[in-house]
């Protein structure tokens, strides 16, 4: 397969704070060793884009040494956390700003939906923004009436096509903005995250439809998301960043794996040493057990499994409480669950808490959890997501029996009554 | 499998910029939306109001009689022997356009940061289509202009529309290719540091001071010889000028100082693109 889009060296910094007087010295100091032909004295105090650290420096690289290609035809998913660099990297792809550093090169036409919407005039009708916002996305007028009745007859909004976007509710603002995007022809295609909208229904049209381009049409797509089983239903390839940084490169299955990966070590146990000593708390472990073992022991489907939390509550304990949430390998939630609902709550000291989960909950996999700490049953004081991860091995199975995983993620043993019926 | 190496790529995006590359090309590609941009700021105009396109009468007809009581009454500045009504109307006429290209293009990338952030298209379209949609505006008012001519021609005042009005189109073109060049060469410096833009809104409307809306020219020769200097080489008053001699006939029509100013507007105008086509490619960073 050809190449259409080689991204070389790309680098992108941004100056954090305020721009006014305190800056100007320094842009005419940039501005100087340009006309000198000397290196920018700015880029030379970059520094990793990393939010949680305070740095010395208020120049970060939002992007460094990126490096890829992309072949015809492929569906890539780029994920990565909060501030990784996913969305400069689609602007910078989309044209919308440019890089600091290195180059990108695409074949073809490349169209970018990095929102949908965009351009919609309140004031217009829906006919007069379809055409509108197709134009602003790159449609020639002609290429948008031919397809107007498809657009109107994907978004589902006809009988309001002539009334203001400004009177429409706010899904069938996004229906129509989708059905717009949905039928651009080009090439490649960005998208960023727009499928968070809209009701189930619609999702999974958008879903459909962004499907038959990159299998279908066999049209190059960019998606970010942070929709893991999206991710994973849509796209062959993933590209993990993290820092501004490019991590992993590969199969989506594995990109997801690496990504969900190394935000925990998997092991069932982590001990924290300073990382989570907080005013108000220390939280010293967590860490899995089956029943009568100790947390380096294997966890199976067949046993009943132990989860410890060690937590010391400095301020008053009455009004904290602790709820997990347990994630599977997509990064989708499973369930929530809390000590709060048995009636049992937090001492101000050391807690030791335990909870069980009885034989046979969890099927095989790899599950993810994540820790909140709440205060008043309403503000979240503390969290970390996917703060360790831990796997559910197959256990001792008759043999003859089957060796495979079977659907689902939990396979809960509940109550049953046969009765014979006379 | 060996695939022939073609180097060749349609769109190349790195750090570095050809200033004089102006783009046009991608412009045109863009025809349709740039079309659909005059065609959305006209209709949102006068959107749920009763009367519709009668508003673009309504400010230059307020503007007008303010002007004839003010300047022309109270304040005794005489109009060359045209009248009053028409000398002002035709300076109202090609000052609002001046002004209102100026003004919309010199906040272009504050206003449109929205969607600029968004998607990418040749973002020269974004300031042509102001440029438009106020021409639409100077068309209505324009019209009011020309009826106004009718009227008084009929009442059989002195007015001699002359060849000179040929050049209309040419003048037309000036005066939006001067409000379009110094609009963009504001709202590149602006990206970053906002200052400037303060001295934009209160400095346009000072600026009308400074060239012959509500005076002619002849007049200020004879009273202030040494600021009229300044009058004469401002590039606009040459459009002004020769706008009012070929309708009415009266006027300071001059080839030179027409010529002057034509070279200046050509030299703003150039400037304006290519600071912008610099700027275009990250002030979504700064702005």
Known sequence: MPKVIKVEDLAKAYQLGNFGTGTISRDIERTWARLR???????????????????????????????????????VGIIGRNGAGKSTLLKILSRVTSPTLGSVKIKGRIASLLEVGTGFHPELSGRENIYLNGSILGMRKAEIKRKFDEIVDFSGVERYIDTPVKRYSSGMYMRLAFAVAAHLESEILIVDEVLAVGDAEFQKKCLGKMGDVSKGEGRTVLFVSHNMASVKALCKKGLVLAHGQSQYSGSATSAITYYLKGNSVSLNKKQFERQY???EFTLHEISLNPKGKTADDALDEYQEIELNTIITIKTDAANLHLTYVLNN?????????????????LKKGKNQLKCFFPKGFLNIGTYYLSIYLIENSKTTLFSENDILSFDVQEGEREIGSWMGKEPGFIKPVFEWAIDRDN | MSLPTDDHWDIEISAQSTPFRLGLKDVWQY????WLLVRRDFVSFYKQTIFGPIWFFV????TLLIYVLVFNNLAQIGTDATPPALFYLAGIVIWNYFSDCLSKTSTVFKDNASILGKVYFPRLIMPLSIILSNLVRFGIQ????????IVYTLKGASIAPNLYILLFPFLLFLIAAQGLGLGMIISSVTTKYRDLAFVVTFGIPLLMYTTTVIYPLSTAIVKHPALSLFIKFNPITAVLETFRYGFTGKGYMSWQLLGYSSFITMIILLAGIIIFNKVEKSFIDTI
């Open chain 1, 37 to 75: 032909g000397k290196e920018d004295p700015f880029l030379k105090i970059g520094q990793v884009n990393n939010r949680d650290i305070s740095g010395t420096s208020d120049v970060v690289w939002s992007l460094k040494d990126i490096n890829f290609e992309i072949e015809q035809g492929d569906a």
């Open chain 2, 142 to 149: 324009f019209l009011l202009f020309i009826i106004l001519l």
């Open chain 2, 59 to 62: 400010q230059p007809v307020i």
């Open chain 2, 31 to 34: 025809r349709d939306l740039l």
């Open chain 1, 277 to 279: 000593d907080k005013p």
């Open chain 1, 329 to 345: 390998e997509n990064g989708e939630a499973l369930f929530t669950f809390s000590h709060i609902n048995s009636g049992k709550k």
